[in-house]
């Protein structure tokens, strides 16, 4: 069983940053990938940057490359995702996802394990 819990959404203005959390705990270790997709209104899931769990192994979406990035903390089991130079299109409900394997995928249906979402909203 895998649990997931995301925090550090809130509101902000365009250009600001912010960090999102996603403690990850399970009762036995696999080789999984952590990603992050997010989803605003009336638009499907979409895929912002994945990782293979222990590795460097990082794909990123284009709309942000350069401006987001993933990162661990292995002794705490949880995941973040530090986002910059925010703007109004980066808007949506933002969760972590888990799936066990070392294929690395952007495909949410591939996913095994979801949180429960945290809203960002960013101001223009």
């Known amino acids: 069983q895998v649990q997931l819990v995301e925090s550090g959404g809130g509101l902000v203005q365009a250009g600001d940053s912010l960090r999102l959390s996603c403690a990850i705990s399970?009762?036995?270790?696999?080789?999984?990938?952590v990603a992050w997709f997010r989803q605003a209104p009336g638009k499907e899931r979409e895929f912002v940057v994945a990782?293979?769990?222990?590795?460097?192994?990082?794909y990123y979406s284009a709309s942000v490359e350069g401006r987001f990035t993933i990162s661990r903390d292995n002794a705490k089991n949880t995941v973040y995702l530090q986002m910059n130079s925010l703007k109004p299109e980066d808007t949506a409900v933002y969760y972590c996802?888990?799936?066990?394997?070392?294929?690395?995928?952007?495909?949410?249906?591939?996913?095994?394990?979801w949180g429960q979402g945290t809203q960002v909203t960013v101001s223009s």
């Open positions: 990782n293979k769990w222990g590795t460097d192994i990082t």
């Open positions: 996802a888990v799936k066990d394997g070392v294929v690395v995928t952007r495909n949410p249906s591939e996913y095994d394990y």
């Open positions: 399970r009762r036995t270790f696999r080789w999984y990938v």
